[in-house]
């Protein structure tokens, strides 16, 4: 049974954004509109959400000339000009947003402060954590509309709630199921749940106990999009740990991910409340899904099988004998396996340490070539977390089902088998960085 005990993180300041704000700096006065001070409210809310204080800038006390602009305008100074540029951006905006309607392809409104090609959460995307921080996060929670569903395993992060009560606050209906033992463990994670959700008007709850664990780190948005990776949403993750969040809009996956999630849902229960006794899982449509513990083993084992020349994984639990010997299998046939994973497992009991000493020992005795990560954990020096696998250049999977026993065969978990040519290369390149330079040969 997998352990994945966090400490309280710092928060980087990758993840961080100052936004700078107006004070009208003369004695003249004027009366705002309603746009203008909605405009700045909404910044100082961008700007708390993301840690920051807004930035105070003091206007030099020039006067202004009237150049037939509205009278409101024309005694104040030249900062009033400044501002009158900015209520025009916001009727632009307004506009076209009421233009693009709720059938549009874009998501997201215009931003000033966030450019189109800036934008990490869009289909296809691949977010690579801590160094991509929770940006990605930020954009979904921002562009929802109608409602956001989160399964996952630890739901704690202050910034990442903080975003989540923005979208409450909007009027975007919110539910939420976490990891039932985690949730009983981590009392920062109840206190925040309670402080930033369900006291905000959000439904939480804790996944069925017939699960050891439940991990499927998935986040629909709006049933449109779905992130899918193998982060836990709690500070740890944003200062020390390599993982990845992917974002998919192909119809069939959010189909299934939203059965999936709405099967959970009705088997779960609030916090103290009685479980049904049993979870069943709904019928998957899509091959390329990978949902614990129903079809995992099969499916990674067919991936393991598959790969001719070359298989590189990284998992943060070792353990599993059915896939391990696939990965052993698969070194005696010629192909280079390589695994990265950590020496010294976080929060582990004695038992998964031994088991996850003893698998590195083994694996590496069966030819494959190992590399851990140790402490001290940093940002450039990251504790292997991620559950991903590439397989000769040309396949990779991706998700929260990790080599651990429990993972394929007792655990809620989740993952994608990605053929994206991007996505694959993307996670070719951060394991060749991590293997070379981020981590320990064993």
Not at 3 to 26: C, F, N
Not at 64 to 78: D, L, Q, S
Not at 169 to 184: M, Q
Not at 370 to 377: A, M, Q
């Amino acid at each position: 049974m997998r352990s994945e005990a966090r400490s309280s993180g710092g928060v980087s300041g990758h993840d961080r954004r100052s936004v700078q704000t107006h004070k009208h700096g003369t004695s003249g006065r004027y009366r705002r509109r309603k746009n203008d001070v909605r405009e700045r409210a909404g910044k100082g809310a961008r700007a708390a959400r993301r840690g920051n204080p807004p930035v105070q800038r003091h206007d030099r006390g020039q006067t202004g000339v009237h150049m037939g602009i509205p009278a409101e305008f024309a005694k104040g100074t030249a900062m009033n000009l400044v501002r009158l540029g900015f209520l025009l951006t916001t009727f632009a905006i307004l506009a076209n947003t009421a233009q693009a309607g709720e059938n549009s392809t874009t998501l997201f409104p215009p931003s000033a402060s966030r450019q189109a090609n800036h934008r990490l959460f869009h289909p296809g995307s691949l977010a690579v954590l801590p160094e991509d921080g929770r940006e990605i996060y930020f954009e979904a929670f921002d562009g929802a509309r109608r409602e956001i569903r989160i399964e996952i395993c630890v739901l704690e992060d202050p910034l990442i709630l903080q975003s989540l009560k923005q979208a409450i606050d909007r009027g975007v209906g919110v539910r939420v199921i976490v990891d039932n033992g985690k949730y009983e463990a981590l009392p920062s994670e109840q206190a925040n749940l309670a402080a930033y959700l369900t006291g905000a008007g959000a439904q939480l709850h804790v996944s069925n106990p017939i699960f050891p664990r439940s991990f499927p780190k998935v986040i629909l948005i709006d049933e449109r999009y779905a992130l899918i990776g193998s982060a836990c949403l709690d500070m740890t993750t944003f200062a020390q740990y390599r993982d990845y969040a992917y974002v998919s809009d192909v119809p069939g996956i959010i189909k299934d991910l939203l059965r999936l999630f709405e099967n959970d849902w009705l088997h779960s229960a609030q916090p103290g409340q009685s479980f049904p006794t049993y979870n069943p899982t709904p019928a998957l449509t899509q091959p390329n899904l990978i949902v614990s513990p129903v079809n995992s083993a099969y499916r990674l084992v067919s991936f393991i099988q598959n790969a001719r020349k070359t298989l590189d994984v990284t998992s943060e639990l070792l353990g599993n004998p059915t896939l391990e010997s696939e990965l052993a299998a698969a070194a005696a046939k010629g192909v280079r396996v390589r695994l990265i994973a950590p020496e010294n497992v976080n929060g582990a009991t004695p038992d998964i340490q031994e088991l996850q000493v003893s698998s590195l020992g083994a694996l590496k005795a069966a030819g494959i070539q190992i590399h851990v990560t140790r402490p001290p954990e940093s940002p450039e020096s990251p504790y292997m977390h991620a559950r991903t696998a590439v397989a000769d250049g040309q396949l990779a999977y991706l998700g929260s089902i990790s080599l651990s026993p429990d993972s394929t065969t007792y655990n809620r978990g989740v993952g994608l088998i990605l053929g994206d040519k991007h996505v694959v290369e993307k996670l070719q390149n951060q394991f060749e960085i991590d293997f070379n330079s981020k981590s320990h040969v064993y």
